[in-house]
């Protein structure tokens, strides 16, 4: 297995497996390195996972453009004349926008972001490629991904470490909807839309629970499964843009097509989140420092 890296990426991601792998450190606006390295590695498949402009402290429009369409349009080329088999391009549920329903893959994208209209128009230059390659191209729109190693600025790890010293962070409002799905479970959706020959050149699939939890639901669920007494204190955190009621995928094509369907719930995906932290005591403590 090769990782392809930027030069500044975040060690610790890839601490654990770092022996396992081997590494190349490059940048995707480089592409006659990236054919040069496709070249020489031969891969089979590419996992497309780099992006920018999904947290709060990317607001870079230039930076967004250059990794979320240039970097896939580069790496989309160098795969072609590479002989690639498949390529796994990495969506976003914001490419849809507000929506006060679950929106399917073929239904009118309407981004409410720079980020969200970046990924989509990523996504529909894969389609259009997809359509006259001989590469297999899918994209994968993810919804709200959780589990080990995800960014300590996000909800989920903040509520655990908040919870594993017996307190809850500061919250929104209790009604906010968010898809969550288990990086378990994405990683099988990443596998299979990899290794399924005869889908549609260009396929685009929803990956996502099909269920919606509120932020009250999940907080209700972190003080039971982490004995937190503490009462929530709901608005003492500000709303942020893209925040709101509904927020939930689709999932049918997907399991019609490669058969997968999210096998965690919120509830015991979050008690294995919990039980790495717990396994992990290093991460917890980086986790800590990370969050002040």
């Known amino acids: 297995m090769h990782l392809l890296l930027r030069e500044r990426h975040h060690q610790w991601r890839v601490q654990e497996i770092r ?18 390295l496709i070249a020489a590695v031969r891969p089979e498949w590419i996992f497309h996972l780099a992006a920018n402009g999904a947290y709060p402290d990317q607001q870079d ?18 795969a072609e004349r590479g002989g690639v088999e498949a390529l ?11 929506k006060d ?54 909800l ?8 594993l010293a017996g307190h809850l962070p500061p919250l929104v409002n209790p009604n906010i909807a968010r898809d969550y799905v288990h990086v378990n479970d994405i990683c099988d959706a990443y596998l299979l839309a990899a290794a399924t020959p005869g ?29 937190i007494r503490e009462e929530p204190q709901w608005g003492t955190m500000p709303e942020r843009s893209w925040d709101t009621n509904v927020w939930v995928s689709n999932p049918a094509r997907i399991k ?25 005591p290093e991460q917890l403590d980086r986790y800590r420092e990370a969050m002040g």
């Open 101 to 154: 329903h679950a929106p399917s893959e073929d239904e009118w994208l309407d981004p409410n972001s720079n980020y969200g209209a970046t990924k989509a128009a990523a996504t529909l230059l894969c389609r259009f490629t997809a359509q006259r390659s001989v590469v297999r191209i899918i994209t994968l729109r993810l919804y709200s991904a959780y589990g080990p190693y995800e960014d300590p600025s996000r």
């Open 256 to 280: 019609a097509e490669l058969g997968w369907s999210a096998k965690q719930d919120i509830e015991s995906g979050l008690r294995k989140t919990i039980e790495w932290f717990n396994w992990h």
């Open 199 to 227: 889908t549609e050149p260009g396929a685009v699939f929803n990956v996502g629970t099909g269920v919606q939890t509120t932020l009250a639901e999940i907080v209700a669920i972190a003080r039971r499964l982490l004995s």
């Open 19 to 36: 022996d396992d792998v081997t590494v190349h450190e490059s940048d995707l606006s480089d592409l006659t390195g990236l054919d040069a």
């Open 156 to 163: 989920v790890p903040t509520l655990i470490v908040n919870g």
């Open 88 to 98: 796994v391009n990495s969506g976003s549920s914001s490419e849809y926008g507000y």
């Open 61 to 78: 429009l230039d930076q967004m453009i250059a990794t979320n369409v240039q970097g896939t349009a580069n790496l989309v080329r160098a």
